[in-house]
C-alpha cells in the first residue's frame, strides 16, 4: 500500500492567501524532502530535514519535521501566482527505499 | 554545471513493442535512479543505483523491465515488451551519493503506448 500519503491531494487558493500541505509516512523516516513539480517540468528539490522536531525557513515558504520523524508539513504565507504545481515530500521509508508522497497540487487564483 | 540529460523526449509505440530510455546523470553523481511517473501520482522508484552497482530494484517489474549503468555513468531503462498502463513519464535523476541526499532530476521521457 501506499507508504507515504499528502493531503489535500488539491487546493485551490486566492493570491495571497496561506497554503499548507500535510504528509504522513507509515514508519519513522530518517529525513525527509520536498520538492515541487511544476504543471509539465520535473520535480525539483526544496529542502531536506533531517532532526526531529526541526523547522526550516526559506522566504515564505515553512517546513517541519514531526517530533516522531513520521509526518512534515509544508506552509507558504501569502501565495504567489509563481506557487502553482504540486509539491511532494518524499524520504526513505525502508532501508534505501525511496518513496514520493502523493502529492498536493496547489493552485493559485489572482 | 550541467543537469541530469535523458532521450528521447517522447515516444510512441505500440504494445508489445521494445522501448529503451537513456540518462546521463550529472558529473560526479555516483547514485542514479529511474522514476515512472504516471499522470496524477508522485514519481514511483523503479531502480537505484550505487556508480553500477544496484541498491535497490523491488518496485522493478522485472518480466519486462530492465536497466544497467556498466560503467557507472550513463545508464539505460528497457522496456520489453510494453503494455499499455507503461504510458507514463520517465524520470531519470541522480544524487551524490545515498538517499539523503538531494536529487536533481531530468526533464523525463513521456511514453505513450498504444
Known amino acids: 500500500g501506499q507508504q507515504v500519503m499528502q493531503i489535500p491531494q488539491y487546493q485551490h487558493v486566492q493570491e495571497g492567501e496561506d497554503f499548507t500541505t500535510y504528509c504522513n509516512s507509515s514508519?519513522?523516516?530518517?529525513?525527509i524532502q520536498w520538492y515541487k513539480q511544476r504543471p509539465g517540468g520535473h520535480p525539483v528539490f526544496l529542502i531536506q530535514?533531517?532532526?526531529?522536531?526541526e523547522v526550516k525557513k526559506q522566504k515564505r515558504l515553512t517546513f517541519q519535521f514531526g517530533e516522531a520523524k513520521k509526518n512534515s508539513s509544508l506552509h507558504i504565507t501569502a501565495t504567489q501566482t509563481t506557487d502553482v504545481g504540486t509539491y511532494f515530500c518524499a524520504g526513505p521509508v525502508t532501508g534505501n527505499q525511496f518513496y514520493f508522497g502523493t502529492g498536493t497540487s496547489l493552485t493559485v487564483i489572482p | 554545471e550541467a543537469g541530469v540529460a535523458q532521450s528521447p523526449r517522447y515516444k510512441i509505440i505500440e504494445k508489445r513493442q521494445s522501448v529503451a530510455f537513456w540518462c546521463n546523470p550529472i558529473?560526479?553523481?555516483?547514485?542514479l535512479y529511474w522514476y515512472q511517473q504516471i499522470l496524477g501520482q508522485g514519481p514511483k522508484l523503479l531502480i537505484q543505483f550505487q556508480n553500477n552497482g544496484v541498491v535497490d530494484d523491488s518496485q522493478l517489474p522485472k518480466d519486462r523491465f530492465s536497466a544497467e549503468r556498466l560503467k557507472g555513468v550513463d545508464s539505460t531503462l528497457k522496456i520489453q515488451p510494453a503494455k499499455l498502463e507503461d504510458s507514463a513519464v520517465y524520470l531519470c535523476a541522480s544524487s551524490l551519493d545515498l538517499p539523503r541526499r538531494e536529487q536533481y532530476f531530468g526533464p523525463g521521457t513521456r511514453l505513450t503506448v498504444t
Open positions: 558529473s560526479g553523481h555516483a547514485t
Open positions: 514508519t519513522t523516516l530518517s529525513n
Open positions: 530535514l533531517v532532526k526531529s522536531g
